[in-house]
């Protein structure tokens, strides 16, 4: 019997041989075995499905008394099994989609571990992001039963840049890659393929728009011939990368300085730096987006003022027009997310500038000479004076200067090197938050314990390989640094 992703299923448990239960087929994934390690297996990516009885807390009288017929959804403990431990296939019907004529479960809600609190919280099943096997587009079958079948994962890339020295006129770049190329060709200048310029005052929905019918196409699948040979081919969108205003645009969400700005999550405005803020109940799902651009069409199909118009686009923080990739078979709000290197960089970029500004002339003039002093890897480029050059560093320069700087600090750095007003600011703000009188020596080693972690957080973002301790360094580390630099840093950064 054949499965497809994103089928419910019964399946062996790997913790218990004995015990069967039910799951959904996530992805199909490769597994390396240890006495095999050439020749990896296929194996299934399952996520679970829980009885009543394994709600722990939220078994309620209500949910037993719904458990013969229900079961509940849980977002973390994903198994990874061969495809033999499939028992069979199980009817389920999510209940924030049309119903069934036939099924055996129904599911009306989910589990999942809220961060901020690190506990299992519970949510209605809507507030989801649905599998992709809901809603892409099903490829059609190639003409011929024995023709070969390639599939293709285009990513799409945008990104404005200034075109003169010293006068900002920014121009749009459009590139594309192939996603599922292998990385050490991928990362190559040659297979970055330009699709067009976006010039000073154009856009991008212009620039994409001829494009669109053969991405159309290109999703259903297109014969080719490779190799004297005619093949099928199937592309569809696999990620969409831009900065943050582009990047809002191509999700069709309002700018970052909106009350609702957050292109992943409903946050509002004056809660962005809210850690306790639920970002998986409170995210933004592409179906329900697609809701609320039907209700906008409805108003304006009903021909209702501009004001009201531009109300309903503001409470819930989209564009009142889509772009023109909404078209596309993708999930506008997972598929094009933030983009790290942008954000880390340039928090790393704008945290040089704060600590340079706290430098009084000796500090500045101690630093450039550990700086210069300091053993560099040789691979490095060599970088200009970073104190009177840093705006004209590249993104590159200064996550490499990251890297050093704690160990810099940690050479020279003394209360006398500070400006005095700042040492004092610093230090009130720090015996604020900590609710004890903080010296000027505690001061010196918080500045130099921010950049450790400012540090650490850049490493661990941009590894090529991560483990899941890795990833719970990562989360650890962004937490603290969050912490550290909204108690201390974040007049300094935001209000000059």
Request: glycine fraction near 6%.
């Amino acid at each position: 019997m054949e499965y497809a992703v994103g089928e419910f299923v019964e399946f062996i448990d790997n913790s218990n041989q004995r015990e069967r239960r039910f799951g959904r087929i996530e992805a199909i994934v490769s597994l390396l075995l240890p006495q095999d390690s050439d020749h990896p297996q296929d194996a299934l990516k399952m996520s679970r499905l829980l009885r009543h009885n394994e709600l722990g807390i939220y078994c309620s009288r209500d949910r037993s008394r719904r458990g013969h017929k229900e079961l509940w959804m849980i977002e973390e403990d994903y198994q990874i099994i061969p495809p033999n431990h499939i028992v069979g296939r199980v009817l389920v019907w999510l209940k924030d989609v049309s119903r069934p004529e036939f099924y055996d479960f129904q599911i009306s809600e989910i589990l999942y571990r809220d961060a901020a609190t690190n506990r299992i919280q519970i949510r209605p099943v809507n507030l989801r992001h649905r599998h992709p096997s809901e809603y892409v587009v099903a490829p059609n079958l190639s003409p011929v039963g024995n023709m070969k079948v390639f599939k293709f994962m285009i990513d799409i890339y945008n990104d404005d840049f200034g075109t003169f020295r010293n006068v900002y006129h920014s121009l749009g770049g459009i590139y594309i890659q192939i996603g599922n190329m292998p990385f050490n060709l991928r990362k190559q200048l040659k297979n970055h393929f330009i699709v067009g310029f976006i010039p000073f005052g154009g856009h991008f929905d212009d620039v994409m728009r001829p494009l669109l019918q053969e991405l159309h196409q290109l999703e259903k699948g297109v014969a080719m011939d490779m190799d004297n040979e005619t093949v099928w081919v199937i592309a569809s969108i696999g990620l969409v990368t831009a900065d943050m205003p582009q990047g809002n645009d191509l999700c069709d969400v309002k700018k970052q300085g909106a009350l609702y700005g957050c292109r992943n999550c409903l946050v509002p405005k004056d809660r962005l730096t809210d850690n306790t803020f639920d970002r998986i109940r409170g995210a933004r799902f592409h179906h329900v987006t697609n809701e609320h651009f039907v209700q906008l069409q409805t108003l304006i199909d009903q021909g209702v003022t501009k004001a009201e118009i531009n109300n309903f686009a503001r409470r819930y923080g989209l564009r009142s027009k889509q772009g023109v990739l909404s078209s596309l078979s993708r999930d506008r709000h997972l598929q094009t997310p933030q983009d790290a290197y942008h954000a880390i960089a340039g928090k790393v970029q704008r945290f040089l500038n704060i600590t340079f500004d706290l430098l009084n002339d000796n500090g500045k003039k101690a630093f450039v000479k550990y700086w210069r002093c300091f053993e560099k890897p040789s691979i490095w480029h060599r970088l200009p004076n970073p104190v009177t050059h840093l705006k004209s560093f590249m993104f590159s320069d200064a996550l490499q200067l990251a890297m050093i700087m704690p160990f810099i600090l940690k050479r020279f750095l003394a209360p006398s090197n500070i400006a005095s007003a700042d040492l004092a600011t610093l230090c009130d703000r720090l015996s604020s938050s900590s609710n004890q009188r903080r010296s000027n020596k505690h001061v010196i080693n918080d500045i130099i314990s921010c950049w450790v972690i400012v540090a650490d957080v850049a490493a661990h973002c941009f590894k090529l390989k991560m483990s899941q301790g890795d990833l719970n360094h990562l989360q650890e580390a962004l937490m603290e640094e969050h912490g550290i630099l909204i108690k201390v840093w974040y007049k300094m950064l935001y209000c000059q």
